[in-house]
């Protein structure tokens, strides 16, 4: 049952801490890009990695850091730094040389308080 | 050059009718055309995506328009149903895995 996880679906935290949010992939997928989601906002870019030990920045990508140790993981951590981190976040991977073709994980609702 | 800019915002169509989101672009080196579809909650999941050298694109009741001269392209959802009730983006890819440029969203409301 091939797919993208991202876990888990609803996150709290409090101001000031820095957490991690897991993106598994088991589709052979060369390619892998976090997204964050605001009402009105579409789907800003935050990180993308086209292969394992490599990453570029986004659009958004202050506050943020990613690690791709695995062709199969791309954790984002969200750290205190990032003014407004209460969004969705979504994950999505592509199979080499098929960038349109995103297929996307269910996404995990961030809320700092 | 990058940007990819979508109308309408929202959009609320009656059940039957007939469904359209439009998508503009600048940059000439885009080569394919992607649309998403998202329910409230989940990931967006690729729905129909269209080349450039395609003036037209149909699978079921979506279809993609593509206007190649004006650098435009189109949904078109055609009976539209409230289960079509989502937020669509429209997308563009250039050559090599860079990534997707995505539109703004459109979110549709079909009311019975």
């Known amino acids: 049952d091939g797919g993208i996880t991202q876990s888990p679906k609803y996150l709290f935290r409090k101001e000031g801490q820095n957490v991690t949010l897991s993106c598994e992939q088991n589709?052979?997928?060369?390619?892998m890009y976090w997204y964050r989601q605001d009402p009105g906002q579409g789907l800003r870019l935050i990180y993308y990695?086209?292969?394992?030990?490599?990453?570029q920045k986004g659009d958004i990508a202050e506050g943020y850091s990613v690690s791709r140790e695995k062709k199969e993981s791309f954790p984002l951590t969200v750290t205190s730094a990032q003014k407004n981190p209460t969004a969705f976040y979504l994950c999505?991977?592509?199979?080499?040389?098929?960038?349109?073709?995103?297929?996307f994980g269910p996404g995990t609702r961030l809320t700092v308080t | 050059q990058q940007q990819v800019k979508q109308s309408p915002q929202s959009l609320i169509v009656q059940k039957g009718g007939i469904s359209i989101i439009n998508c503009a672009y600048e940059?000439?080196?885009?080569?394919?055309f992607p649309w998403y579809q998202q329910f409230p909650g989940k990931g967006p999941a690729l729905l129909i995506a269209?080349?450039?050298?395609?003036s037209e694109k149909k699978e079921g009741r979506f279809t993609i328009s593509f206007n190649k001269s004006a650098k435009q392209f189109s949904l078109h959802i055609m009976d539209s149903q409230p289960g079509d009730s989502a937020t669509y983006f429209c997308?563009?890819?250039?050559?090599?895995?860079?990534?997707?440029?995505f539109g703004k969203g459109t979110r549709l409301s079909v009311i019975a």
């Open positions: 940059n000439t080196a885009f080569d394919y």
């Open positions: 990695s086209q292969i394992v030990n490599d990453f």
């Open positions: 589709l052979n997928h060369d390619a």
């Open positions: 999505a991977s592509t199979p080499g040389g098929f960038p349109h073709e995103q297929y």
């Open positions: 269209i080349r450039p050298d395609v």
């Open positions: 997308a563009a890819s250039r050559p090599g895995n860079t990534p997707l440029v």
